[in-house]
C-alpha cells in the first residue's frame, strides 16, 4: 500500500530494558498471529479506526489478550494493560498497528504504555497515518523500549486494507464482488435472476458485508432480484445501502427503501434527476451527483462523498454495468471473482458495461489467492492500473 515503510527489525533503544525469556522469532510471529486473530474480532465495528488486537507475554506466556471493539471505545493496548494489571511490568507487548501518540477520542497508547513499564513491544506494521507514522515507535524507543517493526507486516496490511487507504487518501476501499457461472454469466439465460452459487459463498458474501462499511448495487440488481443488502447467514451488523439509480426510476416499494426503518439506504442519483417526494418516502438519505462525460453517475465524486461520511470500505455486488464502470474508471481497489462449477450457456455477462480503452489494455489481477467455498471457486486479487499510487492526503490541523 502507497505510504507504508517496513523496518528494518532491530529493536532499539538508548538502554533497552531487556525482559527475562525474550521469545524466539518464531515465537514473535505466533503471537502476532494471535494478536491479528484478535484484531479481526472487531471487524465492522471499529471503522473508521483501524482493527487492532494485543497480547501481553511474559516469560513465554500470555497473561492477557484485547481487541479494539468498537470506534470511540478503549484502544486494544489500553485494554490488556488493564487486563494485566501489575502483572503487565516487564512483559512484552503484541500488537498489529504501531501504537498511537496522539490526543482523539482517547489519550496516546504510548503514555499508557511507558506508565505499565512494558519492556519490549513488537508491531506488525508502522501505522499510516500522518498523525503517528513511526512517531509512536520513536517515542517508545527514546524511553528505552525494545521495539520491533514488520512481523507479519503483509497479514497486517491486508487486515486493515481498507482503514490504510482511508486515512491515506480520504476515500474508500472499493471491493467488487463478482460470482458468475464457469462461462461468465450472472442471470439465467432469459435474463432472470438464477441461483448460481452454494451456501458455502452465501455465508462468505454476508461476511463481507459484516465488514465493510458499505454494500454498493445497481439500479437494475434491485428491480431485478429486489435484494435485503442485509446480514443473515452470520451474526453481524448490516452495512449502509448505496443504490445507484441515476434517474430515480426504483419504486418506493422496493424492499431496500419499503423496509428502511434502519435508515441505511442511501439512493444515489444524478443531480439533475430531482424527483419528487411523495408521502411516506424517506427524507435525507438521497446523494445527488454531477454526470460524468458518459451522463453517468461521476464514481470518483461518489467516493469522495463517502469519504466525507467516514466510508472507509465499499463492497460492490452489482450488477454487470456497475462492475464494468468501476473497473473502466480504474476505481477498483480488490475483486473477488467467484466461480460456480455450472455453465448457463445464455444469459447476461458480467462485465456487460465493460470495454477496455486501449487494445492490449487488459487488467491484470495481482497477489492472487484461490481458495474453495464449498463447491465454488474463489480468485481474489488487486487489478494493476498504471495510477494506482494516489498522493496522500494532507494531515487535518
Not at 206 to 231: F, I, M, S, W
Not at 244 to 265: C, F, M, Q, R
Not at 288 to 310: K, T, V, W
Not at 361 to 384: N, S
Request: glycine fraction near 10%; proline fraction near 6%.
Amino acid at each position: 500500500m502507497t505510504g507504508l515503510s517496513a523496518d528494518t527489525g532491530s529493536e532499539t533503544g538508548s538502554g533497552m530494558r531487556v525482559s527475562s525469556g525474550r521469545p524466539s522469532l518464531e515465537d514473535d510471529h505466533r503471537f502476532m498471529a494471535e494478536a491479528l486473530a484478535l484484531a479481526a474480532r472487531g471487524a465492522g465495528r471499529t471503522s473508521p479506526n483501524p482493527m487492532v488486537g494485543a497480547l501481553l507475554v511474559k516469560d513465554g506466556h500470555v497473561i492477557a489478550r484485547a481487541y479494539h471493539q468498537r470506534a470511540g471505545g478503549p484502544h486494544a493496548e489500553v485494554s490488556v494493560l488493564k487486563s494485566a494489571g501489575p502483572a503487565a511490568a516487564g512483559a512484552t507487548l503484541y500488537v498489529n498497528l504501531e501504537p498511537c501518540c496522539h490526543y482523539g477520542k482517547t489519550p496516546p497508547c504510548t503514555d499508557a504504555i511507558l506508565r505499565a513499564g512494558i519492556t519490549r513491544v513488537v508491531c506488525g506494521m508502522q501505522d499510516p497515518n500522518p498523525k503517528v507514522r513511526g512517531e509512536g515507535i520513536r517515542i517508545l524507543r527514546s524511553q528505552s523500549v525494545g521495539v520491533k517493526v514488520g512481523v507479519m507486516q503483509q497479514e497486517s496490511i491486508r487486515l486493515n486494507e481498507a482503514h490504510i487507504k482511508y486515512v491515506l487518501t480520504g476515500l474508500p476501499l472499493v471491493v467488487l464482488k463478482i460470482a458468475q457461472t464457469l462461462d461468465g454469466k450472472i442471470t439465467g439465460p432469459d435474463g432472470s435472476p438464477a441461483k448460481i452459487t452454494g451456501p458455502e459463498t452465501q455465508a462468505f458474501v454476508h461476511q463481507l458485508r459484516n465488514r465493510y462499511d458499505a454494500v454498493l448495487v445497481g439500479k437494475n440488481t434491485v428491480l431485478a432480484d429486489d435484494p435485503q443488502l442485509t446480514v443473515r447467514a452470520i451474526k453481524g451488523r448490516d452495512p449502509l445501502r448505496l443504490v445507484l439509480d441515476s434517474w430515480e426510476k426504483i419504486p418506493y416499494t422496493a424492499g431496500v427503501l419499503a423496509n428502511n426503518l434502519d435508515k441505511k439506504t442511501i439512493m444515489v442519483s444524478l443531480a439533475i434527476a430531482g424527483r419528487p417526494n411523495v408521502s411516506g418516502a424517506v427524507e435525507n438519505f438521497r446523494w445527488r451527483i454531477p454526470p460524468n462525460e458518459f451522463h453517468q453517475i461521476d464514481l470518483h465524486r461518489l467516493l469522495e462523498i463517502a469519504g466525507e461520511n467516514q466510508i472507509t470500505g465499499i463492497l460492490v455486488e452489482g450488477g454487470a454495468e456497475v462492475f464494468g464502470s468501476f473497473l473502466r474508471e480504474r476505481l477498483a481497489d480488490k475483486i473477488h471473482l467467484i466461480l460456480a462449477p455450472t455453465f448457463f450457456g445464455e444469459g447476461k455477462s458480467t462485465l456487460a458495461g465493460y470495454r477496455l480503452r486501449t487494445a492490449g489494455g487488459a487488467v491484470e489481477l495481482a497477489d492472487t489467492d484461490v481458495v474453495r467455498l464449498g463447491r465454488d471457486l474463489m480468485i481474489t486479487g488487486y487489478p494493476v492500473w498504471e495510477d494506482n499510487n494516489p498522493a496522500p492526503r494532507e494531515p487535518e490541523a
